[in-house]
C-alpha cells in the first residue's frame, strides 16, 4: 500500500489516474440533482430570515441561571399578548434571545418586565433592539447587489485571466451549484439567515473560485501546447490537470475545514453560541460542496464546451488516427480500458521527483596532455 505522499507523486506523474472526465455525466448528474433537491427545499420550505432582513423587535436577557429553558419566554410572551410567531434561542449558558415582530414601544416595556420576572432577573439585564423593515429591505437588496457584482467581476476577471469565455462559464455553473445547495441546506434545516450568514456565503464563493481557478490554471498548462502534438486529446489532458491538484484540493479543503469545523460544533452546538453558527455553517458546508464541484463539475463541464469547437475536434481525430496507425505498426497497444498505449524506443527508468542529478550527471571532458 503506497503512502499519500507516494499517491500523490503518482497521480502527478500519471501512473495512477481516476477517470474523471470518462464519467462526468455521472458527476454532472449528481451536481444537478442535488441543486434541483435545493431548488425544492427553498419552494417548499423557503429560508428562514432574521429580523436583520424582515424588521422586528429583538429581547436580550443576560445573567439568568444556567441553560435557562426557554419555556418562560413563551409564557412571557404570551402574557403581554404577543402570539405571531416569536422565536426564542439560548446564548452561551446564562442568557436567552427572543425574536418577535414590530412591537409598539409600551408593548416592548411591557415585555421586558414579563421576561425579567419569568428568568428572576433585574430589568436592567433585559435589553432591547428594533429594525424597522424599511432598513430589513435595503439589506435585503444591498446584498442581492453584492452578489450581482461578484459574479459579474468575477466573470470579467476570469475572461481576461484565461482569455476565454468557456472557462468563465464553468467557473460561474460551478459557483452557482455551490450557493444553491448551501442556501438549500438553510431550507431544510430553517436555520436562521443572517447578515453574518450572507457574508460566510460570499466567503465561500471566493474559496470555491479559488480551488477551481488552480485547476482550470493546470489545464492551461497542460494543453498550451496540444495542437502541436498527437498523444493527447484535450480529455485526456483535462483529467491530467484534475489528477495533479488532486491532493493539493484535498489538503487545502481539510485545513480550511477543520477550524471551521471546530467552530461550528464546538463553539456553536455545545457552547451555545449561535452567532457563530450563523457564519460557520454556510461555511462548512459550502467548502465541501466548493471542492467537489472544483474536482467534478467544473472541469468535466468545461471539456463538454471545449468538445464541441472545430479546432478541439480535428486535434481529437488527429489523435486517434495516430493511435490507429500506430496501432497497426505495432508500436502501441490497447490496455483493458480502451485506451492506447504506446511502446517506449528505450526501456529506461522514470525519473524520480528530487533524484534526477542534472549538469551534475554529464560526463566530465577530458583534460588534453600537453
Known amino acids: 500500500m503506497m503512502s499519500y505522499a507516494e499517491w500523490g507523486n503518482a ?5 495512477k489516474s481516476y477517470q474523471i472526465i470518462k ?20 419552494a417548499i420550505f423557503g429560508v428562514n430570515p432574521s429580523i436583520d432582513f424582515k424588521g422586528g423587535t429583538d429581547f436580550t436577557v443576560t445573567n439568568t441561571q444556567n441553560n435557562p429553558p426557554q419555556q418562560p419566554a413563551y409564557d412571557a410572551l404570551k402574557a403581554a399578548g404577543v402570539t405571531e410567531n416569536p ?10 434571545r427572543v425574536q418577535t415582530s414590530q412591537l409598539a414601544t409600551e408593548k416592548e416595556t411591557q415585555i421586558q418586565s414579563e421576561l425579567a420576572k419569568a428568568y428572576k432577573v433585574n430589568v436592567k439585564n433585559v435589553s432591547k433592539g428594533s429594525v424597522g423593515p424599511s432598513w430589513g429591505a435595503s439589506v435585503s437588496r444591498q446584498a442581492a447587489i453584492g452578489l450581482v457584482v461578484f459574479l459579474a467581476m468575477i466573470s470579467l476577471l476570469l475572461m481576461a485571466y484565461f482569455r476565454t469565455w468557456t472557462m468563465a462559464v464553468s467557473a460561474l455553473f460551478a459557483l452557482m ?8 441546506a438553510f431550507a431544510f434545516t430553517q436555520v436562521e439567515v443572517t447578515p453574518a450568514t450572507i457574508i460566510g456565503l460570499l466567503t465561500i464563493l471566493g474559496y470555491s473560485l479559488y480551488d477551481t481557478v488552480v485547476v482550470f490554471d493546470k489545464i492551461r498548462e497542460n494543453t498550451k ?12 489532458l483535462a483529467n491530467l490537470s484534475i489528477n495533479q491538484t488532486m491532493v493539493r484540493s484535498i489538503n487545502t479543503s481539510i485545513t480550511a475545514i477543520l477550524p471551521v469545523s471546530a467552530i461550528l460544533f464546538l463553539g456553536s452546538a455545545l457552547l451555545g453560541a449561535s452567532t457563530l453558527r450563523d457564519i460557520s455553517m454556510p461555511l462548512f458546508i459550502g467548502m465541501i460542496v466548493g471542492t467537489f464541484s472544483s ?34 505498426h505495432g508500436s502501441a497497444t490497447l490496455n483493458p480500458d480502451g485506451t492506447v498505449s504506446t511502446k ?22 577530458k583534460k588534453k596532455k600537453n
Do not use: C, W
Open 11 to 15: 497521480l502527478y506523474s500519471g501512473k
Open 177 to 184: 451549484h455551490d450557493l444553491m445547495i448551501t442556501v438549500g
Open 295 to 328: 474536482i467534478f463539475i467544473a472541469t468535466p463541464l468545461l471539456t463538454i464546451i471545449r468538445n464541441r469547437s472545430q479546432s478541439i475536434k480535428n486535434h481529437n481525430a488527429k489523435v486517434e488516427t495516430a493511435r490507429q496507425k500506430a496501432l497497426e
Open 225 to 236: 501546447d496540444m495542437m502541436n502534438q498527437s498523444r493527447s486529446t484535450y480529455d485526456e
Open 87 to 96: 422565536k426564542v434561542f439560548q446564548m452561551g449558558t446564562n442568557g436567552l
Open 344 to 365: 517506449p524506443v528505450v526501456n529506461a527508468a522514470p525519473v524520480q521527483p528530487g533524484h534526477h542529478l542534472g549538469q551534475a550527471a554529464q560526463p566530465k571532458r
Open 23 to 42: 464519467n462526468r455525466r455521472i458527476f454532472l448528474t449528481t451536481g444537478l440533482v442535488l441543486v434541483l433537491i435545493a431548488i425544492i427545499g427553498v
